[in-house]
């Protein structure tokens, strides 16, 4: 009876492996194609806030497609970078303008009087 019950469990293994690893019929378990970023962000515009959160990104067996997270991170970090340059430059043409509009001061911040000619 052991006999018989331990070759049972060797076959319904056998069985089971074989059906899990395909044993020559592929039907079993068919190759799955890889996720693909499906809406990749716009190229022909600045991101917002609605691409940020509209996006999602393909998962891997072990995570998300590493790829895939570098390009959008990639691309996130120079938009940031060029906004921060333009508001960089914004904030000292104002300070310029400010400068310039407040007219020369002296050491106590009061304005200088225009000698007379």
């Given at each position: 009876m052991f006999l018989?019950?331990?070759?049972?469990?060797?076959v319904v293994v056998a069985?089971?492996?074989?059906a899990v690893v395909g044993g020559g019929?592929?039907?079993?378990l068919p190759e799955a194609a890889p996720e693909q970023l499906t809406?990749?962000?716009?190229?022909?515009?600045?991101?917002g806030r609605?691409?940020?959160?509209a996006l999602r990104l393909p998962v891997a067996p072990r995570g998300y497609r590493m790829d895939n997270v570098d390009d959008v991170l990639d691309r996130l970090g120079a938009e940031l970078a060029e906004r921060?340059?333009?508001?960089?430059?914004?904030?000292s043409a104002l300070a310029g303008a400010r400068a310039s509009a407040a007219g020369p001061r002296d050491l106590f911040g009061k304005p200088e009087e225009e000698p007379e000619r």
């Open positions: 018989f019950l331990l070759i049972a469990m060797v069985a089971v492996t074989l019929d592929s039907a079993a809406d990749p962000l716009p190229v022909n515009r600045p991101l609605a691409d940020v959160e921060d340059a333009r508001i960089a430059e914004l904030e």
